[in-house]
């Protein structure tokens, strides 16, 4: 599985990421499922599992929230009604409006592509929640808390407090392609997965994490995160 996945609703993803592209390119490199983490924001989150019922590859509901300190946190859910839940807790704390021209469109769409509306919240922006509450949210919803590509000069929780509390309850870490062996970083004994973080579609299972579970389910990846049950990270 690829865990972190961009659509065209992040402004910084390529406008050719649209659901049909996504799970084609997640087919040919031989992925069993992808993850969809726009930012702060789940709205093309359907149109994609709609894509991949139809080619066959498993969508986990998600989505990348960046907390006040503009750390980058991975949210998957095992329902797009509670990612829902989660996508209108962090609208109603997501300052600003977004400027195309500054920031590049974010466009909702159909799982064909076809472009449904533009979504006007500042995506690229923080939400005013730091980084403890936002785990506590994810949780309170069921969810798992990720963080995203630890290993990165930017948006991480280590570029951006330098170390990852102990007392904060993440249920992983991710690092990126471009990361070097897991013993270079202080990862807190935390599980790891490894993903894309895929703007363009040749990104797209350019990294990703293999699991030994019964279905692409974030209920099984709890499990294997955990080492639980026979299910494990191989």
Known sequence: MDLHVHTC????????????????RARQTGLDAVGICDHNSAANVQAVHEAGEEAGIGVIAGM?????????????????????????????????????????????VGKNGDPVSLEESLLIGATDFGVSRTVKEIHRLGGLAIASHVDRQTFSILSQLGFIPIELDLDGVELS?????????QLRSLPVVRSSDAHFPEEIGSTFTTFFVEEATVAEIRMALAAREGRKIL
């Not at 609703?9 to 084609?24: F, G, K, Q």
């Not at 006040?68 to 109603?92: C, N, P, T």
């Open 9 to 24: 609703l992040s402004p910084c993803a390529d406008l050719s990421m649209v659901p049909r592209t996504i799970v084609e």
């Open 64 to 108: 990348e929230v960046t907390t006040a300190e503009e750390i980058h946190l991975l949210a998957l859910f095992e329902s797009e009604k509670k990612l829902g839940q989660f996508a209108d807790l962090v609208r109603d704390h997501l300052p600003g409006v977004n400027n195309p021209e500054l920031f590049g469109d974010q466009i909702v």
């Open 177 to 185: 392609h471009h990361a070097g062996p897991e013993e270079h970083y």
